[in-house]
């Protein structure tokens, strides 16, 4: 589908996809200006509902869903926009917790395209303002927007938030963002607004940009300051300021992110009783982190694509008692540090099953022979393909980690789905 291909407002929901993917790559000096031009039109700001914006290396999905989760227990209405999605496109824009009819998505697109007249938008800017309309017309308590990358120039940025979140900090997306922390932090630093609470859920965020924050007047909430957590082997304890939380399950997502979640609720107005954190907690799930979709032998599904969330995936599996063999079917995308991602798996990993995604933007195999053992790397054309050979060797005690991309991680999701059927 050409960029000059004119839309009818009642043209399905894949149509528009496939024509706003064109603007994918289309960029522009003031990084805010156009998708701001383009909110003022639809007079879509200011949002009435209470703010949450949320950026971060790694941990923003966990921490987004477990927000969710702690409000719609608690009976507020909330509005929630994630990306990218994992299966379907309708996963990126939720409203209590349920994703929309497509008549909504494709209302949304088709008034964006109706007052555009030729201002130049990209793919991720036509659907944060298609989020923002559908929210706005809901009337919602709270909304909860994940930062696609980076913050200070990612489309969310034009709403003004109560509380904005950090998660944490790391290399990844350095064309974009730069090759240092300083200055990644920098840019998802532009989130934080004066006068306002700004959650910090990374230890070691830079020195430099804190202080920054501080003189600036951000009302700073940082972990091993005004908030900690600790564990314990099977319960876990939450301190904001003088509040403590003791004997707290410990959930299915990250525990850091869950952390990072109740810190910015305990600084917002909101009161949520402990008896709904703990079931919140006890509920919480998000496909594709560190999820187990399949038995004997273990199958587990984890969008880990860069280094510090390879680190993460390495604890978790590090905590599970007893296995065999470690099984890795890996798929990445060639823009992200392959080389380290690798290499933090490298000494618990036994056979690794390497293969291109179905993407322009896939690694090629090659990269993956010149990093692995010669004797334990194994290439396939498809990652179904790699799944398929590993779960042929694989024994009932072993694992299988099917990891990188949320590409490579879909592809084994949904056929593992189908077989189910």
Avoid at 13 to 29: A, T
Avoid at 130 to 136: D, G, M, N, V, Y
Avoid at 208 to 216: E, H, P, T
Wanted: glycine share 4%; net charge positive.
């Amino acid at each position: 589908m050409k960029k000059n291909v004119i839309l009818i407002r009642n043209d399905s929901l894949y149509n528009w996809i496939q024509y706003i993917k064109n603007f994918e790559n289309n960029v522009h000096n003031n990084c805010l200006d156009h998708v701001s031009k383009i909110a003022k039109m639809l007079n879509l700001l200011p949002l009435s509902s209470y703010i949450f914006i949320v950026s971060g290396t790694n941990g923003k999905g966990s921490t987004c869903y477990f927000l969710e989760k702690l409000f719609l227990l608690s009976g507020y209405t909330v509005g929630l926009y994630t990306s990218p999605h994992l299966i379907n496109y309708k996963e990126r824009i939720r409203i209590n917790g349920n994703i929309i009819d497509d008549i909504h998505h494709i209302k949304a697109l088709s008034l964006i395209e109706s007052v555009r007249h030729g201002i130049i938008l990209n793919y991720f800017e036509f659907i944060t303002l298609s989020a923002l309309i559908i929210f706005k017309k809901k009337v919602l308590d709270v909304i909860i927007l994940e930062v696609g990358i980076g913050g200070r120039c990612d489309p969310t940025n034009i709403v003004e938030p109560d509380i904005s979140i950090i998660t944490n900090v790391g290399l990844d997306h350095t064309e974009v963002l730069g090759t240092t922390l300083d200055s990644i932090a920098m840019e998802k630093y532009g989130i934080f607004r004066k006068k306002k609470v700004g959650i910090l859920g990374d230890r070691l965020f830079p020195e430099s940009i804190y202080r920054l924050a501080l003189k600036n007047k951000i009302l700073i909430k940082k972990i091993g300051q005004e908030w900690e957590l600790q564990t314990f082997p099977h319960t876990w304890n939450f301190r904001y300021e003088s509040f403590y939380l003791k004997c707290l399950p410990i959930p299915k997502i990250s525990l850091i992110g869950s952390a990072t979640a109740l810190a910015a609720v305990f600084a917002s107005r909101f009161n949520i009783s402990n008896d709904i954190i703990s079931k919140s907690l006890n509920q919480i799930t998000l496909p594709g982190r560190f999820q187990i979709i399949l038995k004997n032998p273990c199958v587990i599904l984890d969008v880990a694509h860069n280094p510090p969330a390879a680190l993460f995936l390495l604890q978790q599996l590090k905590n599970i008692s007893s296995y065999g063999k470690l099984h890795a079917v890996v798929g990445m995308l060639k823009n992200k540090d392959i080389r380290n991602t690798l290499l933090t798996l490298i000494d618990i990993v036994d056979f690794w099953y390497c293969a291109p995604l179905n993407t322009v933007k896939s690694v090629d195999i090659i990269q993956y022979k010149k990093i692995l053992p010669h004797n334990s790397c194994f290439v396939f054309d498809s990652i179904k393909c790699a799944f398929n050979y590993s779960y042929m060797c694989a024994n009932k005690k072993d694992i299988i980690l099917v990891f990188g991309s949320f590409y490579a991680v879909s592809e084994i999701y949904v056929y593992l789905k189908y077989l189910k059927k």
